[in-house]
């Protein structure tokens, strides 16, 4: 089957997302993408710009059979520009995020604009696939929620439409190696997560600086990625944490960011937001312990290995529990007992979301909505009579 997959913004998850499925997958893609370069007049122009772009490449080539496309995509405003047979692909919108419970530092910095460009691709779309169903309920709750509050012709109605036609596919990750045999030394603890508020680094460097108090020896990794203001928080614990630091900062290579990885024992979250977690499944592949907060879409990801003392891998959030786990987890990785005996339990779990299986999978949904999918009839215009 031929795939025309439409990314605004091809750069990060997305583009590794795309990337991933693509070369795994068994259908034939034409991919048009944008730079990952300011997502506001993305989600703007890329319409207008994927359309113009189409008129002129999908001549000589094999014509889509069906239409992927992203939540930066403003998929209603696209189709209306698209060439004629564009608009009568089957259409997947799939979500990463969403621009109505992503979050903002201040609430006078959400554009309502974007979440209704949000709401009018799903609408538009044949399916919304969702990549956890967290994020597909967390974003229709709040979508409720919003639309009560708009001053008439509230769409509620637009709810039930997108969750009927809604599915969780998550994505994949590539094949990593486990830790071969573990290094000598004290409990090494790392941080993979982008260095921004929604993360919540406060929390994280708050427990480990009640760790260092209670002179429990560890190494301390802090990777992600960084923009151009990253919280002051991380200036100050590069400084206090000096001696136990391993790797600090974004790691410029695939190859880095693995043995980052690989060589740490316990993967830490301290997040406010999560959709997904893909460093944490990307972590469980390499070995890494996950310890993680009880909520977002942390429980789900980590339900068939939790199961069923799912206490060993989830703390309650706060920077005091953080180090009461920590220091336990210190205490079994001198006695060579992190996982109680079982050191492939997390590789097993993130075995289901290895691209070879979930390319498969995707692929397999994509023949299924072009099978089920009515195909649109062609717009044809009728000449009139002339009056008599």
């Known amino acids: 089957m031929n795939v025309l997959a439409l990314e ?3 750069g ?8 991933g499925w693509r070369a795994h997958s068994r259908h034939a893609w034409m991919l048009l993408t944008l730079p990952p370069h300011k997502w506001k007049w993305r989600m703007r122009h890329a319409p207008i710009t994927f359309a113009e772009q189409l008129e002129s490449t999908t001549t000589g080539t094999p014509p889509p059979e069906i239409l992927l496309c992203t939540d930066m995509l403003n998929l209603a405003e696209f189709l209306g520009l698209a060439p004629e047979p564009i608009r009568r692909l089957p259409r997947v919108a799939y979500f990463h995020e969403n621009q109505l419970t ?3 530092r201040h609430a006078d910095e959400r554009d309502a604009h974007f979440a209704l460009t949000n709401l009018t691709t799903a609408l538009a779309a044949t399916a919304v696939w969702f990549n ?4 597909r309920d967390n974003f229709l709750a709040a979508l409720a929620a919003w639309l009560r509050h708009m001053p008439d012709y509230q769409p509620l109605a637009a709810v039930e439409r997108i969750l009927a036609k809604a599915c969780v596919q998550p994505p ?3 094949a990593l190696p486990p830790h071969s045999v573990r290094l000598s030394g004290p409990l090494h603890v790392l941080w993979a997560a982008r260095w921004e508020h929604d993360k919540d680094p ?10 260092k108090a209670r002179g429990v020896p560890f190494r301390l990794s802090v990777i992600g990625a960084q923009f151009r203001e990253a919280p002051p928080i991380f200036a100050a614990a590069a400084e206090l944490f000096r ?5 600090w900062g974004y790691q410029p290579t695939r190859t880095d960011y693995v043995a980052a990885l690989q060589t740490a024992d316990v993967l830490v979250s301290t997040a406010a937001h999560e959709f997904f977690g893909l460093s944490v499944v990307e972590a469980l592949a390499a070995g890494c312990f996950p310890l993680l907060p009880r909520r977002l879409a942390y429980p789900e990801l980590l339900a068939e290995l939790a199961a ?3 206490a060993d891998f989830f703390y309650d959030g706060g920077a005091t529990e953080l180090a009461n786990r920590l220091e336990e987890l210190a205490t079994r990785t001198e006695r060579r007992d992190l996982w109680r005996g079982d050191p492939q339990r997390g590789q097993r779990l993130a075995a289901r979301f290895a691209w070879l299986r979930r390319a498969a999978e995707m692929d397999a949904a994509l023949d299924t909505l072009r099978l089920t999918t009515p195909t649109e009839p062609s717009v044809t215009t009728h000449k009139q009579s002339p009056s008599t």
């Open 132 to 135: 956890s169903a967290f994020h």
């Open 102 to 104: 992503y979050p903002a």
């Open 12 to 19: 990060g998850s997305h583009r590794a997302f795309l990337d």
């Open 202 to 211: 406060e929390t994280f460097f708050e427990a480990m600086k009640l760790l």
């Open 8 to 10: 605004p913004y091809y």
């Open 308 to 310: 069923p003392d799912s």
């Open 243 to 247: 001696a136990e630091i391993d790797r």
């Open 172 to 174: 994949g990750i590539d």
